[in-house]
């Protein structure tokens, strides 16, 4: 009875940690011993007496693992499919006509905006939105900070250091973390992202992420969302204005479809969408959840109520720009204008001031024929004057050209900008304050990154692990090669670690360890041999040497025993090369 039970035991262990077709090969190499069946009572199961029901137990259980297969399978190609829906949301309706016109601003109107901002802050945002679409200078501005960084990011494992770490578990969570970061598109997410965070003043987007396809953010429309306040983990408390959906046809976001299923919205839109028809008073603001939103403010704390767009300072100047632009325009226009007058002749010795030539009609005929062969900009007209010809000074000089790069620089000076890079301009040639104009700029740039950062940081915690922290490069186009530097110095020092070398130089940290594992499964460093040369070798001598090539320590010398450069020829050296040479000496070699 008891060999009976450690046979039911052993099949036990095998059937939890190995596959069936395992359990049974071994079976067969210790024999088809009959077996009586044994009840666990602990688990109420019974295991096979006989090798015929082991065959029996290891076909049933193909069914079922093909079936638990085929399920999960189905299941998979639904995700899929549903992320695939998700990507696929509508912004508008395309099925009907869509009309965009921008409203004509004024320096009187902007003024006004922003003498009260509270009660005007979408259209100070509108404003924002209407000159990144019309002012190249405004959007060049905005552009040049958003592009700034290269996005490369590092992770790191978070875990008590007072205690023996489990290292299985920690390389499990750091890996699935890795995988689905690496499947998110970082740079563009978050550049579009930077974006919207200087033009609108604050960004608030919803994450939809279907964790092994990626993830991407949904951008909301900030006249729809307001800052309610802050969680017990300093990020943002949102509310959304669920009267976006009663605009317009918005109401197929969250309206089922014909087919029956739910708006293409996240659940918690369409929840809130029945509540507000329900009492639309009441229910007009929904709490955004906060594990799914990604939130910042590009201004400081104080105007968090109200978020304004970063550069309303430069709104004013913009215009007067614009104002510059058309007046140097209409002068260009003028110059090329000219003004013939053609005089009616008198007859001569006559008494009356009006005794003309050739009669009116005449005239009126002629000049018709001549307005008919002008070009567009020469006008003519007829007098009792001289022909002649009129022309307009050139008011295109260098100081009305010089008016609007003024415009323009006042522009720059007054965002705090670079003009030199941002718009090309020779006027900056100091290379110092040029250098450190840029590193302010970056600690501008890292500024709303490291906002953002924090705000993801919080929706990973959330939805991907609690030990996992990420982190931005604080690398520009600028500093690229100067901050990888840095990490190769620090290596040399044992001061960082490969895994943050590997991510500055543009790696994912999924893809790099894949890729240091895979080269080192298949051996792609052994392949990798370098030709010698003086860069990898060098000059060792075991002492002197004399002239048959042998060195006082014993043994014949050859490039190959010391390294370094190989040896000249008799021919090629001096004097006193030939000396060094018989002296031993590194010079001679």
Known sequence: MTEQKSNAVEIVKKYSNGSIDDNF??????????????????????????????????????????????????????????????????????GKGTNISFYRYTKDLIKRY?????????????????????????????????????????????????????????????????????????????????????????????????????????????????????????????????????????????????????????????????????????????????DKIICAIANTNDESIFPMPFYTGIFEPLMDLKDYE???????????????IGKIPLIKDSDRVDDFAVSIELVQEMQSLI???LPELVGSGYSPLEYDVITFDHSNTTENVDMVSQSISNVFTQAGAEELIVAGSKSSTNTVALKYKILNDTSTCFMWLGRLESSFNYYIKRNMSEHISFEFHQETWFNESDYIQKFKDAGTLGATTGL??????????????????????????????????SYSTSYKPNGDIDDNGTSKAGGVYTPEDVGGRPLKDEIDISEKGEEARAEGRVEGM
């Open 25 to 94: 090969n071994s079976k067969k190499k210790r024999g088809s011993r009959k077996t009586t069946k044994v009840l666990d009572n602990k688990n109420n199961t019974t295991f096979p007496s006989s090798e015929v029901e082991v065959e029996k137990e290891r076909m049933d259980y193909r069914v079922k693992r093909k079936s638990i297969d085929n399920d999960e399978s189905v299941e998979e190609r639904k995700r899929a499919l549903q992320f695939r829906k998700l990507k696929e949301i509508l912004m508008q309706n395309v």
């Open 326 to 340: 058309q007046l140097a325009s209409d002068r260009a226009q003028l110059e090329n204008y000219a003004l013939l």
């Open 500 to 533: 943050d070398y590997m991510t500055a130089l543009g790696y994912t940290p999924y893809s790099a360890l894949c890729k240091l594992q895979m080269e080192g499964v298949m051996g792609v460093r052994k392949l990798m041999q370098p030709f010698q040369n």
């Open 114 to 290: 922003l003498a009260n901002p509270y009660n005007y802050q979408n259209e100070v945002r509108e404003v924002s939105r209407y000159l990144y679409r019309t002012n190249t200078v405004y959007k060049k501005i905005i552009n040049s900070y958003a592009t700034l960084p290269l996005y490369r990011y590092s992770l790191m494992q978070k875990y008590d250091l007072t205690k023996e770490p489990d290292y299985l578990k920690l390389v499990k969570e750091f890996q699935r973390v890795a995988q689905r970061l690496h499947n998110i598109d970082i740079d563009k997410e978050f550049q579009n992202m930077m974006v919207m965070l200087i033009r609108d003043g604050i960004f608030c987007g919803y994450v939809y992420d279907n964790k092994n396809d990626g993830a991407w953010i949904m951008p909301l429309d900030t006249r729809y969302i307001k800052i309610r306040g802050k969680n017990e983990n300093g990020q943002w408390i949102v509310v959304f204005d669920l009267s976006y959906f009663a605009q317009g046809t918005n109401s197929i976001f969250v309206e089922p479809d014909p087919t029956g299923q739910n708006g293409l919205w996240a659940a918690c839109f369409v929840e809130g969408w029945k509540k507000y028809r329900d009492d639309p008073q009441m229910n007009r603001w929904m709490i955004l959840p906060d």
């Open 371 to 373: 307005d008919a062969a």
